[in-house]
Structure formats: structure tokens, C-alpha cells
């Protein structure tokens, strides 16, 4: 888990230096990301979404020296998986032309969730483990009070002060990432 801590600009700055591990750690943290923006946003079959994602990085590849600002690799991945996304459905509209628009509807909101998803998620990667543990054991798997302490070997009156102290912290995470950098202005 200590190299989630890695930040994307330093990732990308190792990946620019031609560092094959950085290459295969942000293939590694962005690949669910693609997917999901080609699944769940574009409504991509699977195998559309594997061409996608061959592409964006392949793409992401030869041209990661044009990216401006190493922090906004995340937008810039979003915004080259929407595009290609779109041409494909502009190749497949060509093949059976339909009345329907290209772009599915709510694909903007569904971009913003994915985007929160993954911050929760790097967030969580940068707790210490009894924390990850303990929130995934409660959220993610939707164990009891009980589940956990026996799992954890720990007194069930002591889950609940954890939780709240683990949620404490992965909020703290949150909300100075989310202070820190906000690309788009809002929030």
C-alpha cells in the first residue's frame, strides 16, 4: 500500500523520465477509471472498453509530454477516454445510423461520481492499515460491529470509536485534497 501515497504529478513526472514501474503504477491506478467512464458513462460494451483502454494508454504514452500541469493527469485521462469514447459511438452510429444522440445522458454526473469514487479511494489507500481495514470491513463489506471485532480481535465497544476516528481522518484527507486543488473552480 505505500506507493498509493505517490502523488499523480510525481507519478507522471517519474513516467516522463521513462521509470517502467511508474508506467505500470499509473496504468495500475487509472485502469478501473477508463473502464468505468467507458461502462458505466458511454454504456461501452466490454470490448469496446478494452479498445479504449488500449488506446488511452497507448496515447497517454506517446504523448504525456504534452500534458501542462503533472497534477491534472486525471482530467486529462477523463478527457481523452470521453473523446474516444465518442468517436467510437460516431463510428458505430455510421455503421446503423439512429436518431439518438451520441453522448448518453449523464455522463457528466457520472463522470463527477467516478471522479469521487477514485479520491475516496486514494484517500483510503493513504490511511494507516488499521483504518483501511477497519472502514472497508464496514462499508465496502458491510460487516456488523460484531463481524469486525471478532475478525479484528478486538472488544465490539472499541469498533464504533474506531470507525469514527478513521472516518475523522479519511474526511481530513478529503477535504484538504479538496482545498488543494481544484482544478475546475467548483465546490
Known amino acids: ?3 498509493a501515497t505517490t502523488s499523480d504529478a510525481q507519478l507522471v513526472a517519474r513516467c516522463r523520465s521513462g521509470d517502467a514501474d511508474a508506467w505500470r503504477e499509473l496504468v495500475e491506478r487509472f485502469s478501473r477509471y477508463v ?5 458505466r458513462a458511454f454504456r461501452l460494451s466490454e470490448h469496446d472498453a478494452e479498445d479504449i483502454f488500449q488506446e488511452v494508454f497507448a496515447r497517454t504514452f506517446e504523448r504525456i509530454d504534452s500534458l501542462r500541469d503533472d497534477t491534472s493527469i486525471r482530467p486529462w485521462l477523463a478527457q481523452l477516454t470521453r ?25 457528466d454526473e457520472t463522470l463527477e461520481k467516478l471522479d469521487e469514487a477514485l479520491a475516496v479511494h486514494e484517500a483510503m489507500a493513504s490511511l494507516p492499515e488499521h483504518c483501511h481495514e477497519i472502514l472497508d470491513r464496514f462499508f465496502a463489506r458491510d460487516e456488523s460491529y460484531r463481524t469486525i471485532a471478532e475478525a479484528l480481535d478486538l472488544p465490539s465497544g472499541t469498533i464504533a470509536s474506531r470507525l469514527s476516528r478513521c472516518l475523522g481522518r ?16 467548483g465546490r
Not at 479519511?170 to 473552480?185: A, H, I, T
Open 35 to 39: 473502464y468505468a467512464i467507458s461502462i
Open 83 to 107: 473523446r474516444l469514447c465518442i468517436d467510437r459511438l460516431r463510428a458505430a452510429a455510421r455503421e446503423q445510423p439512429a436518431e439518438e444522440q451520441l453522448e448518453p445522458a449523464g455522463v
Open 1 to 3: 500500500m505505500g506507493q
Open 170 to 185: 479519511l474526511r481530513e484527507l478529503l477535504e484538504g485534497r479538496n482545498r488543494g486543488s481544484s482544478p475546475s473552480g
